[in-house]
């Protein structure tokens, strides 16, 4: 007999649950002592590096053109404009607006260690920060006009010629245009929270409240979507398998990174969860099937709180409103 499609789809939820929960109650057993640390080599999370040695010319350059507005077709917006990367490598709205003033789709994602996901944006369209960018350029709405433009702008500079000389070898190309921002992204990793720091052997870097936290988080399963160095931001998952969280589409997302998550508010991809103890009280219910109690949203928020990490040596911190 075919199951009815709720009942299927129901179904199939808790068997995903269940095996979130097991998989996440493995990887919990490797460390289920707070104040005994398993080996940082045996824990489902391993910390930010340090950003990679980059070509300084191409760096500087590409560092120039995140903040470029002539990215843009009016002059009126750059990079930097949904991406601050003096605070929360994204911003504090719900939605950005795009080059046109309606509203993006999708909430913003943070720029800050985006280079460590193996896709980018919130369907993972783009492999690459050259296919994100070249994206970005190429969309009406994003900064309504075209690499052909850009470069075009660029090529009209003779000090932005220069500078690409001394980076590539020649003037502004498509080519050059997309490595050199692409250079800048890969260099925005923010290494050295106070989580990487216990991974690292420095015990007294998290809270026995704050290490509780972390095992709590693997025990429910939540290290199961929310591992490896970027604590996400590695697989495709659905969501609301149990319970409505935000807005039903699209259905399937590339899962978020938590690194700085508690710098980075509003949640989700709508934006529509303003703080992170109901972000967290929501996915328990909507992706594992718990209520979970104020002491354990409480655990995890703190356990949260420290993946805070440092750009340039300064800390990662929210967006002003």
């Known amino acids: ?58 760096l500087a350059l590409g560092e120039r053109l995140f903040a470029d507005r002539r990215l843009s077709r009016d002059r009126s917006r750059s990079c ?23 509203k993006l789709p999708l909430n913003t994602p943070t720029v800050f260690n985006a280079a460590l996901s193996f896709r980018l944006n919130w369907q993972g369209q783009p492999r690459s920060l050259e296919a994100q960018a ?24 003779p000090d932005t010629v220069r500078q690409f000389r001394a980076a590539y070898g020649h003037g502004p190309d498509r080519a050059s245009l997309l490595d050199a921002i692409a250079t800048y992204e890969r260099s925005l990793l923010t290494p050295g929270s106070r989580f990487d720091r216990w991974l690292g052997g420095d015990a007294a870097a998290l809270s026995l409240e704050e290490q509780n936290g972390y095992q709590l988080f693997k025990s429910l399963g939540c ?52 703080t992170l103890d109901e972000a967290v009280r929501k996915m328990g219910a909507a992706q594992l099937d718990r209520i979970l109690s104020d002491q354990q949203v409480e655990a995890i928020v703190g356990f949260l709180n420290t993946l805070t990490g440092a750009y340039r040596g300064a800390s990662v911190v929210p967006a002003s409103q």
Request: proline residues 10%.
């Open 1 to 58: 007999m075919r199951a009815v499609g709720g009942d299927r789809r129901r179904w199939v939820g808790r068997c995903l649950a269940v095996l979130l929960v097991i998989t996440g109650s493995a990887a919990a057993s490797l460390a289920q002592t707070p104040g005994q640390q398993a080996p940082a080599d045996q824990e489902p999370i391993t910390p930010v590096p340090l950003p990679p040695v980059a070509d300084p010319e191409k």
């Open 80 to 102: 930097l404009s949904c991406h601050d990367i003096s605070t929360n490598g994204a911003s504090s709205n719900q939605i950005d607006e795009a080059f046109d003033g309606s």
């Open 134 to 157: 070249e994206a970005l350029l190429e969309n009406p709405s994003g900064t309504g006009t075209s690499i052909d433009e850009v470069v075009g702008k660029l090529s009209a500079d």
């Open 223 to 274: 290290i199961s979507c929310h591992q490896g160095v970027n604590v996400g931001g590695n697989m495709f998952q659905r969501h609301g398998i149990f319970h409505p969280l935000a807005s039903p589409k699209p259905e399937i997302l590339r899962v978020p990174s938590l690194r700085n998550v508690a710098t980075t508010p509003p949640y989700f991809h709508d934006g529509s969860t303003p």
